[in-house]
């Protein structure tokens, strides 16, 4: 390395305890330092150099590197020129207080030639009001005048007659459909629908509601809804619909399958029967 024409940047070391740097990203301090830090860096704190470039000494996408522009630019960090591919840092002159003093000629010097060098008006008339020397304001941007409208090509006869034939058309109200077969067939197929949807969630519907008859459910949704409006999502509806049955708290409280309740009433009805046998059994033998 040639240490003789080399440059060092200092950083003050209460950068990284600043209190807008603790809220920065890895990249966005990573940039900020860049930009005080790079080889490109002139002593009037406005340089020269492409997007493409700071992408790829940072090794951040270019992108990203647009994105940090626009955020040091909207916090008053920095001014880049896209035109002119001019960087200026803002509160270079309150970083640098010594280099526009007065009685330092040479380094104010080299810094209106620094400002002379820089092809943007704007970037420069900020160098120069850092120098002390007076600008006049810049012009405001000229505005093109507004396209006027092209004027609509007037229509041919009969294209008139058939678009004044369409907008009446359009502005005639409708009678109400009062057809009850018409009004069915304007229904969407809702048990086509209800069933496609339990079949295509069937997994996903066992795992989230083990404790539910998934066929036993899918009909009687159907018998509910298979005249209704049911949405655009028929998913949705049976989602809805299995969460009207919640998980019973304990196991014991599971409700009961088909097989069950028929084999618990065939035992109750054995009871009453053994009841009414002996009943008769003691009335016979007591002569009542």
Not at 103 to 109: A, D, L, P
Request: net charge positive.
């Amino acid at each position: 390395m040639k240490t003789d024409s080399s440059k060092y940047r200092a950083v003050l070391d209460t950068f990284w305890a600043d209190m807008d740097v603790l809220e920065w990203t890895p990249d966005e301090k990573l940039f900020y330092l860049w930009v005080f830090t790079n080889q490109h860096l002139d002593i009037c704190g406005c340089y020269q150099v492409s997007t493409k470039v700071m992408a790829h000494e940072t090794g951040v996408t270019l992108e990203r590197i647009q994105e940090l522009i626009a955020k040091f630019s909207s916090e008053n960090k920095i001014r880049y020129n896209f035109e002119t591919r001019e960087l200026l840092i803002l509160n270079w002159k309150k970083h640098n207080e010594g280099f526009f003093r007065p009685e330092n000629k040479n380094s104010v010097k080299a810094i209106s030639e620094g400002a002379a060098r820089i092809k943007s008006e704007e970037l420069r008339n900020v160098v120069l009001l850092w120098l002390g020397v007076r600008v006049a304001p810049a012009p405001p941007p000229t505005q093109a005048p507004a396209p006027q409208p092209k004027p609509k090509p007037e229509p041919e006869p009969e294209q008139r007659i058939s678009d004044d034939a369409s907008s009446q058309a359009s502005t005639t109200p409708l009678p109400p459909t009062t057809d009850k077969k018409q009004r069915h067939h304007q229904q969407p197929d809702n048990e086509q629908r209800i069933r496609q949807a339990f079949e295509e969630r069937k997994a996903f519907l066992t795992e989230r509601f083990p404790w539910l008859d998934l066929a036993v459910e899918a009909e009687q949704c159907v018998a509910k809804y298979q005249n209704k409006a049911i949405g655009a999502d028929a998913a949705v509806l049976v989602l809805e619909w299995c969460k009207r049955n919640p998980k019973p708290e304990a196991r014991g409280r599971d409700r009961p399958t088909a097989g069950k309740g028929v084999e618990r009433g065939e035992r109750v009805r054995r009871s009453f029967d053994a009841i009414d046998r002996v009943t008769r059994a003691i009335d016979a033998s007591t002569g009542v």
